[in-house]
T-cell receptor
Framework: DQQVKQNSPSLSVQEGRISILNCDYTNSMFDYFLWYKKYPAEGPTFLISISSIKDKNEDGRFTVFLNKSAKHLSLHIVPSQPGDSAVYFCAARAGGGADGLTFGKGTHLIIQP | DAGVIQSPRHEVTEMGQEVTLRCKPISGHNSLFWYRQTMMRGLELLIYFNNNVPIDDSGMPEDRFSAKMPNASFSTLKIQPSEPRDSAVYFC?????????FGQGTRLTVV
């Protein structure tokens, strides 16, 4: 039973446009959310995070939005660049600290020139 | 710091053989996690350690899987005997605080 769901296995976006990656969760105990980016043959790398006490966090071209009532978060990338082509994983944690992250299955973002 | 180091990067073994995957976490990190990535199930948490103590191994698929962390700088994940369905990429991650840092993974192929 998937507690973190990324329903789009892949997404294709034109360079320069906005990329929106979505993530839904079912566990109301999750209080911290992260996005990881993964290139082929490499481990996931941290991209951006948001605490449940916020509804938005921005870092350069990347913004994460959290809608707690809908148990939904999204990652916006604007403008999209070719180097953004990767698999993006949404992850969540409950209880802050040592517990492992629960990941979604990932969305493969393809930026087309 | 060199980051989380995993070895080997690739492992091909025959069904029934024992496989040992190794991980060196980032110095100073107090938690270590083993994940498995497959197409079907994505990234699954297998087990995690806090201060070298196994905290939750509920994600370990079967008794064929075991993990140890004898000290703060080393952990192993062992599969004995290995089966073709164990073929996957295995990631180790360490954390201090809320962000996890991943190694480059070990791609295991069991034939």
């Amino acid at each position: 039973d998937q507690q973190v769901k990324q329903n789009s296995p892949s997404l294709s976006v034109q360079e320069g446009r906005i990329s929106i990656l979505n993530c839904d969760y079912t566990n109301s105990m999750f209080d911290y959310f992260l996005w990881y980016k993964k290139y082929p043959a490499e481990g996931p790398t941290f991209l951006i995070s948001i605490s449940s006490i916020k509804d938005k966090n921005e870092d350069g071209r990347f913004t994460v939005f959290l809608n707690k009532s809908a148990k939904h978060l999204s990652l916006h990338i604007v403008p999209s660049q070719p180097g953004d082509s990767a698999v993006y994983f949404c992850a969540a944690r409950a209880g802050g600290g040592a517990d492992g992250l629960t990941f979604g299955k990932g969305t493969h973002l393809i930026i087309q020139p | 710091d060199a980051g989380v180091i995993q070895s080997p990067r690739h492992e091909v073994t025959e069904m029934g053989q024992e496989v040992t995957l190794r991980c060196k976490p980032i110095s100073g990190h107090n938690s270590l996690f083993w994940y498995r990535q497959t197409m079907m199930r994505g990234l699954e948490l297998l087990i995690y350690f806090n201060n070298n103590v196994p905290i939750d191994d509920s994600g370990m698929p079967e008794d064929r899987f075991s993990a140890k962390m004898p000290n703060a700088s080393f952990s192993t994940l062992k599969i004995q005997p290995s089966e073709p369905r164990d073929s996957a990429v295995y990631f180790c991650a360490s954390t201090w605080g809320t962000e996890a840092f991943f190694g480059q993974g070990t791609r295991l192929t069991v034939v």
